[in-house]
């Protein structure tokens, strides 16, 4: 069970939009730790997608958006395209474990 | 542009030990200035934090594995390194190594993965 919670699954039709939540407490995203978004295509490692909350590195676009509030991240996705299609992942610091965290993943489905 | 690799068997026998190879091209592992960490992810499962390495040698491990865990880095070949021992099917899955920036606290660029049967 991961210290991160996240859907298990989320879907849109292509042009809508979608978001993915990320429940935490107060050892980790309730205490300030930074949250990070990573998109992973099956079969291929996890790469970056928002750092520090609300941060895209280079090359990503402007219709994905990281949030965060109290225990709990979100990421938006805007005008959902077909190659959104990817499981993705929320990860903190959490300072019971002194160390890094992950969200057990949500399936993006585009209908 | 930073990139690792990961290497080492794909199978490994239950109660042996696995040992695997992150190495680091693109740039010097002692001018990136940063931790260096292990990831794992359980087939159809989420991802795992294994442990974390700093250029001093100095460790931080995910508490379940600690006492089964040792991570070492090799600045001569800018590699480093997982040795897991007393495997179980539990410790199949893929492994990844990434660069983890530590005042920010996220895994950034990730190496491509290798997957890790734990089986006799």
């Known amino acids: 069970q991961s210290v991160l919670t996240q859907p298990p699954s989320v879907s849109g039709a292509p042009g809508q939009g979608v978001t993915i939540s990320c429940t935490g407490s107060?050892?980790?995203?309730?205490?300030?730790?930074?949250v990070h978004w990573y998109r992973q295509v099956p079969g291929t490692a996890p790469k970056l997608l928002i750092f520090?909350?609300?941060n895209r590195p280079s090359g990503v676009p402007d219709r994905f958006f990281g949030s965060k509030s109290g225990t709990s991240a979100s990421l938006a996705i805007t005008g959902l395209q077909a190659e959104d299609e990817a499981d993705y992942y929320c990860?903190?610091?959490?300072?019971?474990?002194?160390?890094?965290?992950f969200g057990g993943g949500t399936k993006l489905t585009v209908l | 542009q930073l990139q690792l690799q990961e290497s080492g068997p794909g199978l490994v026998k239950p109660s042996e030990t696995l040992s695997l190879s992150c190495t680091v091209s693109?740039?010097?592992?002692?001018?990136?200035?940063?931790?260096w960490g292990w990831i794992r992810q359980p087939p159809g499962k989420g991802l795992e934090w294994i442990g974390s390495?700093?250029?001093?040698?100095?460790?931080y491990n995910n508490p379940s594995l600690k006492s089964r865990l040792t991570i070492t880095v090799d600045t001569s070949k800018n590699q480093f390194s997982l040795k897991l021992t007393s495997v179980t099917a539990a410790d199949t899955a893929e492994y990844f190594c990434?660069?983890?920036?530590?005042?920010?606290?996220?895994?950034?660029?990730w190496g491509q993965g290798t997957l890790v049967t734990v089986s006799s």
């Open positions: 990434a660069r983890y920036n530590s005042s920010r606290g996220y895994f950034d660029p």
């Open positions: 693109g740039d010097s592992i002692k001018n990136s200035g940063s931790f």
């Open positions: 390495i700093y250029l001093n040698g100095r460790t």
């Open positions: 107060r050892s980790n995203i309730g205490a300030r730790f930074d």
């Open positions: 520090g909350n609300n």
């Open positions: 990860q903190s610091y959490d300072s019971s474990l002194s160390g890094p965290v």
